[in-house]
């Protein structure tokens, strides 16, 4: 699935439109936070997949607690502490808890992306975050005033100020080889975002000109996942995805549409990565969704 993004605005509210794949409960997350995703510059398309903006306000004494099931890539994050790198969560779900009022101006990197950025020879180690030195000296005033922006309700201004600093960390790391497998990556989450349900790692490889070894090798050198797990995984977001949109799905019929041939399997799958089994996330989304509707009470 595909976000299009507005040529003059390059930006979508995205827990009201567009796909919220890896958030859990769209319709829950709407009550406690604000969601921009914004189109990166063209020519940092190769590295940057999106930027995203979150703003909050919430009661005092409140808080609010969100569940992402992660992508398998990198993000780099202006807060209020300063920017920091974020390689992919370690585990199969990632939490955030927010209070008061705020907001984070993040850039969700393209597979590969983060290795290439931060200089590394591998991956990165799963769960790892610290500072982003990547983007250089002036990476604190421009992180503040990303951050103004964003509270300001301008996601796009917020991004373009950041933007230079992305920039510049790209055009210092890009080498022919990254700059290959990144375009090698691209094509094969691509794929893997089109394929048929069921799709298994020899047929994407032949989809792609390649063989599942060339590919498992790609994925382990600048991803840090298998080809396998980010089929799995995508099942998973799609599923999810599938019952917050409608939580009356069957999911008998919801398994073989993303590609299980066994229900169990399916829920093993679901549970590790969400949490909690298909049938009790798809009772929470309907609940949310109910209570989001005019007239009506959850």
Known sequence: MRQVFDADNAVTQA????????????????????????????????????????????????????????????????????????????????????????????????????????????????????????????????????LAQAAAGRPVAAVRTVTPLLRAAAERARTPRSTAALAGLREAFATIADAVPGTTVAALAARLGTTPRSLQRLFADWVGVSPKWVLQRHRVHLAAEMLGRDPGLDLAGLAAAVGYYDQAHFTGDFVRAVGVAPGEHARRCGVWTAASQPGTRA
Do not use: C
């Open 15 to 146: 827990l009201e439109s567009g796909p919220t794949l890896g958030i859990v409960n769209p319709a829950r997350a709407r009550d406690g936070f604000t969601l921009a995703r914004v189109q990166p510059a063209p020519d940092l398309a190769d590295v940057v997949d999106w930027h995203w903006v979150i703003t909050w306000d919430l009661p005092p004494g409140g808080t609010f607690t969100q569940t992402v099931v992660p992508h398998p890539v990198g993000q780099v994050v202006a807060e209020h502490t300063g920017f920091l790198a974020y390689a992919m969560p370690a585990g199969p779900s990632d939490e955030r808890t927010l209070a008061g009022s705020g907001a984070v101006v993040g850039t969700k990197l393209r597979p590969g992306g983060y290795r290439v950025l931060l200089g590394l020879t591998h991956p990165g180690e799963r769960g790892a975050v610290g500072p982003a030195d990547l983007l250089g000296l002036a990476a604190g005033s421009a992180g503040a005033e990303a």
